[in-house]
């Protein structure tokens, strides 16, 4: 009979799966969820050049050949891990095998997609089976959406009653002390599904805040919407399938300081000049991405056609090494709940900050994700496709990001004048 591993991390040797991996190595221990930890992919010696390259003394750690593209290989990989964190994107090509894998097995699933067409309809396609073999699947568990879930949650935990938010919207600051530079994978997913505005793109003074931003082609508004809409169906949350009594109490009381509101999300900067980097990239792949050939020339050249902020080698060490985000959450909405008509009287205004978002803030959420769900397996829901928040926001997950780097702070709180 084959071992069982507590985490399988399927493409490990790409460029965010050897920096999971990284992450991964530090918590791999006889006192820790994750026990027992296994590599997985095509290649064995890509395998093996990425371990080598997470730990330069490459501890013991078992390599797997899956590939996305033949069944029996995921299914062998699936067989053999209580937890896979599925790293192969673009997912919307290669995520479906993996999940139908998982989900057979009666293992559980996280990946870091950030396609909203990939997950609604792995919800569509795999829930019921999910539920019946207790495979817990839950997509986005990186930048995307994480930060944007728990960043909404945090800021409406600061409107206590009698105050609601009526909308909040975040706006994401990407800087460096070198030079920006995104994931390849994220811009490999979104150029198949990308529209433009179709009004251009329109810029906003936020002046509380000192940003200028434009609205941002996003999977976490829609992510968020499908985690609400769990809510509105269970107002408590989920249960869990061996439920703590205590953690039942917790999530209850969690989940009703939470309060619906309108999100958007913008990219900023501090200057209106600094946007025009984005929207010429933003124009430039919203042309070439209706057309075969654009498409082509967008994943073929991608440094020419966005500037430099993409590479398909992937930023330097000093590049990630440089790399840092804020997202500022900005709720509007009313001191009263009881006279919530007119304009908006009330503002609160939280933050979070943390590291280069591709490829140090996503492994450390999707570890932090990994060994909450190993460690509290009961306290969660028994199967199923969920988006993050439903899933982890009752959970230690903000004060475990807070201990890795991933800060979350009260701005302001004021009234807003008439």
Known sequence: MAQVYDVIIFGASGFTGKHVVKEALKFVSPDSPIKTLALAGRNSTKLTEALKWAAPYHPDVPILIADSSNQP?????????????????????????????CVEAGCDYLDICGEPEFMERMEAVYYDKAVEMGSLVVSACGFDSVPAELGLMFNSMQWVSPAVPNRVEAYVQLE???????????????????????????????????????KL???????????????????????????????????????????????????????????????????????LSSSPLGRWLLLTFP??????????????????????????????????????????????????????IGYVTTPIILIQCALILLKQRGDLPNGGVFPPGIVFGPTDLQSRLQKNGISFEVISKSAISA
């Open 73 to 101: 290989s995921l299914r062998r990989m699936a067989s053999q891990a209580r937890l896979v964190l599925n790293c192969v994107g673009p997912y919307r090509l290669h995520g479906d095998p993996v999940v139908d894998a």
């Open 303 to 356: 440094a020419v056609c966005t500037f430099g902020l993409f590479k398909k080698n992937g930023p330097t060490a000093a590049e990630v090494a440089g790399g840092s985000f804020k997202m500022w959450f900005v709720g509007h909405g009313f001191s009263d709940a009881s006279r919530v008509s007119g304009e908006p009287d009330m503002e609160v205004v939280t933050r979070i900050k943390g590291p280069e």
């Open 217 to 287: 082609p996003s999977a976490d508004a829609s992510i968020i919407r499908r985690t609400l809409s769990f809510l509105a169906e269970y107002p408590s949350g989920l249960e869990g399938g061996y439920e703590d009594p205590k953690h039942a109490e917790k999530r209850a009381t969690f989940w009703s300081q939470i309060k619906p509101a309108h999100f958007g999300v913008k990219m900023a900067t501090k200057t209106r000049l600094g946007l025009q980097l984005f929207i010429a990239v933003g124009t430039i792949i919203g042309r």
């Open 176 to 214: 460096s002390t070198k030079r920006i530079v995104g994931n390849f994978a994220t811009y490999e997913s979104a150029i198949p599904g990308y529209a433009p505005p179709p009004r251009g793109f329109e810029v906003e003074h936020q002046k509380k805040i000192g940003l200028w931003g434009i």
